[in-house]
């Protein structure tokens, strides 16, 4: 049963630390997706990728955030240095098109203090 | 950016009885989309209808599109506990990218 992965499940951090997420997208799926959710603003899209190339990262705050996708098995998603508003719910998604069904990873709840 | 709304946002409902929630959007789409999230997961796909079809059925799912009216509706027939979640529509209009509703929440009581 393929599913998306993502790692770690949970993360407690201080302000100003780093922080990485992994996502391992299900294997021959080409889009993936970033996005954060929050009760205020529900589910934001951040950025998606491509066969491995951003398509679109608008949604990120670039002074803060960077997403790579160094493989077809890896995508990442970067805080540096984090704040307590990026605490959040960070979900992966893949597809096989940007428009299509997307599976949903378990997500990584973020917590920054 | 286009973003489906759903309706009512929240719904409370005995075990048995049918739940039918309501999406709008505001612009034409390719496809419209049906997503359940229990509490502390991920997003998991329903049902998928393109803008040419009307209805569509899966299991205890019925979703119908209405292009002319810019909607759609989700209903759960012969509800159990296990169907209380979030519920998402999301919109396919052709940038690229789903566009999500805030969700709506349905509680199943036993």
């Known amino acids: 049963d393929a599913r998306v992965t993502q790692t770690p499940r949970h993360k407690v951090t201080e302000m100003g630390q780093e922080v990485t997420m992994r996502c391992q997208p299900i294997l021959g799926h080409n889009t993936v997706f970033w996005y954060r959710q929050t009760m205020m603003q529900g589910l934001e899209l951040l950025a998606y990728?491509?066969?491995?190339?951003?398509?679109?990262d608008s949604g990120m705050p670039k002074d803060r955030f960077s997403a790579e996708m160094p493989d077809a098995t890896l995508a990442t998603l970067k805080i540096q240095p984090s704040e307590p508003r990026d605490s959040a719910v960070y979900f992966c998604?893949?597809?096989?098109?940007?428009?299509?069904?997307?599976?949903f990873g378990p997500g990584t709840r973020l917590t920054v203090l | 950016s286009q973003q489906g709304e759903e309706d009512p946002q929240a719904l409370s409902i005995q075990e048995g009885e049918n739940a039918t929630m309501n999406c709008s959007y505001k612009?034409?789409?390719?496809?419209l989309q049906w997503y359940r999230q229990n509490s502390g997961r991920g997003l998991v796909h329903l049902i998928l209808i393109r803008s040419n079809e009307r209805e569509k059925h899966s299991g205890r799912l019925r979703v119908t599109l209405d292009t002319s009216k810019k909607s759609s509706s989700l209903l759960i027939t012969a509800s159990r506990a296990a169907d209380t979640a979030s519920y998402f529509c999301a919109t396919d209009n052709g940038n690229n990218r789903l566009a999500f509703g805030k969700g709506n929440q349905v509680v199943v009581i036993p």
């Open positions: 990728f491509r066969n491995r190339a951003p398509l679109d």
């Open positions: 612009t034409s789409i390719n496809n």
């Open positions: 998604a893949s597809g096989f098109h940007p428009g299509d069904t997307q599976y």
